[in-house]
């Protein structure tokens, strides 16, 4: 590693927040805390861009992984921004580096890793990738473990929809396949489907399936607005659980190998809309 990647491990895709489907410490959020999710958003955001990024190799994207992991622990005061001024965040509010160490977890099983054989394989990932996101929001809130059940149930239908909009082009860019491929080879489906410019009626079958999953996520998922404490974090996950349904929804009814499925300003407005007496209430 040179001197300047060794100043800095990180290079942004130029992605931010706005690109999410869901909401990523918005105004819903308390002034308070909004930085402090900003900071963990920024260092996940750049740790998923050295895992995804296509330029690196296996060995350099792991390298950079553990050099984020130093930073973030104290063992390195060089190397990542965002893992520095995450640290200083954690220091701050007590909040455990864990859902940060969790997301390395399965930022490196990307960096290694390009198939699924089952659906229980992809749940794990979705343990290290998905719900610490949520499990670090709630802790930040102070929050009781009693709602990371249906915490962790949007995350992994929030991760498993992203899977399902992006299929074609994580197959096209990074040779990576998120589908079970137990589930392909049930249906008459292989990974190759992806390339096409329409999905086949046994593709549409997997997809379907991890829709119907996701759907059973998302039932989970709507205790998690009654559990919060906070009437601000519960207005903010009430709107993307409501988001996560219709993102499902839409995915279920369009072909996301024909064109990018995503939500719309409509969605985001209504979803609003419907989780206004949270907060008022």
Known sequence: MSEAEAAS????????RGDENFPVGSLL??????PHVHAYYAFARNADDIADSPALAEAEKIARLDAMEAVLLGHAERGSPSALALRASLAQTGVTPVHATDLLVAFRQDARKRRYATYEE???????????????????????????????????????????????????????????????AEAGAGVEDL?????????????????????HLNATARALPRACRSRRLGMETSVIAR???????????????????????????????????????
Not at 246 to 269: E, G, H, Q, S, Y
């Open 243 to 281: 988001l996560s349904a219709r993102l499902a929804a839409r995915l279920r009814a369009a072909d996301p190998l024909a064109a990018r499925v995503r939500l719309t300003k409509a969605d985001a407005i209504a979803a609003v809309l419907a989780s206004l007496g949270r907060l008022v209430a």
């Open 29 to 34: 959020i308390s002034a308070r805390l909004r």
């Open 9 to 16: 491990v990180e290079a942004w895709s130029g992605k931010d």
């Open 195 to 215: 390339r096409r410019p329409a999905a086949t009626p046994a593709l549409r079958r997997v997809l379907d399936r991890l829709i119907d999953a996701c759907d």
């Open 122 to 184: 992809l749940a794990l990932y979705c343990r290290y990738s998905a719900m610490p996101v949520g499990r670090y929001v709630l802790d930040l809130h102070g929050e009781s473990a009693a709602a990371w059940a249906p915490s962790d149930a949007l995350c992994t239908a929030l991760q498993i929809e992203n899977h399902v909009q992006d299929a074609a082009r994580d197959l096209a860019s990074l040779d990576r396949c998120y589908l079970p491929g137990h589930w392909l």
